[in-house]
């Protein structure tokens, strides 16, 4: 039996960094998907603090101007010689951030994006499948509720 179930294509389990940039890319992509998170705000512990050139193409790959993100336009706390100033694809090798920021950006860009569907304050408890569908359980604030993934 499946009560309150939903579908949609793709289910993003908790938007750190790495949920939040997938959900952007299929927002982009208009591929709808529900992003589910257990914690309802962003968690302030000074967790990722750098980026490399990847991540800061990547980060760029959903509009945002490194002057967007109000951290990285103060001083540097800290310089870090790597032994190169220039990545192989002509972003520079390696800057510092706050991940809290970075996140905050991720997320509007989400709430900016109609295919991206964000619910904080909910927590999967559980996947099952049969042969046609993925079901997502989680607890959102008021109780429990089955989401759907069509294959
Ligand atoms: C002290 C410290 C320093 C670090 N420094 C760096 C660094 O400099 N550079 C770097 O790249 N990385 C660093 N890391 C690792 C960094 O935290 C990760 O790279 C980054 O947070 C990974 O992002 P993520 O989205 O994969 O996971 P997380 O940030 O862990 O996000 C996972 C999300 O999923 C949510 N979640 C979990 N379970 C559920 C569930 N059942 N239902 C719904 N939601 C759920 C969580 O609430 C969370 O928001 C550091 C980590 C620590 C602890």
Known sequence: ???????????????GPTGAM????LGTMNVRCIVLEREGE?????????LDE?????VQGLGFSL???????KGAVMVMDYGTSEGGTGHVGFICHKQPGLEKYLRKKLAETKAVDFRPQSTI???SEDD???YV???DKNGEIRGRRRW
């Open 1 to 15: 039996m499946h009560l309150n179930t939903e579908e949609t294509d793709i289910i993003v389990r908790g938007c």
């Open 22 to 25: 997938l959900a952007g890319y």
């Open 42 to 50: 962003i968690v302030t512990d000074p967790r990722g603090i750098a």
């Open 54 to 58: 990847d991540g800061i193409r990547l």
């Open 67 to 73: 002057g967007d993100h109000h951290d990285l336009t």
């Open 125 to 127: 408890v559980g996947i």
């Open 132 to 134: 046609d569908h993925v």
């Open 137 to 139: 359980e989680y607890k």
